[in-house]
Structures are given as structure tokens and as C-alpha cells.
């Protein structure tokens, strides 16, 4: 059975940076394209960032330009999410996910889903 498992999340200042991580299990994962997906109180899940099979392509929401960067290991098994200058508005829970299509920015275009960790900025 596949398993994403996120870690990383909790609370910082804004301004701060954080770096959330997600590790697959039972995937092929060289195989997948990976993203992040957010869920803020009160909203629909929203796409942040995806990254092809190899790393060498990445897409990102307007809102993670130029702040997020997302990253993978394919030796790991593991993609990255580092996120800098964060913003009260960056509050939400984050997701990884697996598809084997890139890039796909629609939730339900995804296959493989984690649990999600908490990301809390402060004012």
C-alpha cells in the first residue's frame, strides 16, 4: 500500500522559514511526479508547487514563487518543500501527492495522497 508520510510542519514567525518533507513508501517513486497542495481554515485544497520525475522541472502557484522551492531525492524517496519568507496567509495544512502525469494542479487529477502537516505563521 502506498504511503506519503509529511513532516516538518509547525509554527513559526512570519518571515521565518520552514522545510517540509514528505517520504514515500511502496511507490515507484522515480516513476511519480510529486506536488504540494495546502488546505488553509475555511478553503478549498490549492496547488503550490510539482516537480517531474527527474527534478529537473518545476512548476509553482503565483503565491510560491519566489519564496518556495520544492525539491526531491529520488534516492530517499523523499520531495522537499523549503519554504522562506513565510506569511500569516501561507497558514494551512500541507499535503504532498503523487500522479503519474506532470504537472497536474487539480486535487482530484491525484492518485496518491499523504495526512498532511500543519504549517502555523504568526503576525
Known amino acids: 500500500q502506498v504511503q506519503l508520510v509529511e513532516s516538518g510542519g509547525g509554527l513559526v514567525q512570519a518571515g521565518g522559514s520552514l522545510r517540509l518533507s514528505c517520504a514515500a513508501s511502496?511507490?515507484?517513486?522515480?516513476?511519480?511526479?510529486m506536488a504540494w497542495f495546502r488546505r488553509a481554515p475555511g478553503k478549498d485544497r490549492e496547488f503550490v508547487a510539482a516537480?517531474?520525475?527527474?527534478?529537473?522541472?518545476?512548476y509553482y502557484a503565483d503565491s510560491a514563487k519566489g519564496r518556495f522551492t520544492i525539491s526531491r531525492d529520488n534516492a530517499k524517496a523523499t520531495v522537499y518543500l523549503q519554504m522562506n519568507s513565510l506569511k500569516p496567509e501561507d497558514t494551512a495544512v500541507y499535503y504532498c501527492?503523487?500522479?503519474?502525469?506532470?504537472?497536474?494542479?487539480?486535487?482530484?487529477?491525484?492518485?496518491?495522497w499523504g495526512q498532511g502537516t500543519q504549517v502555523t505563521v504568526s503576525s
Open positions: 511502496e511507490l515507484s517513486f522515480s516513476s511519480y511526479p
Open positions: 516537480i517531474n520525475w527527474t527534478g529537473t522541472r518545476t
Open positions: 501527492a503523487a500522479d503519474a502525469s506532470y504537472p497536474r494542479l487539480r486535487p482530484n487529477e491525484y492518485d496518491y
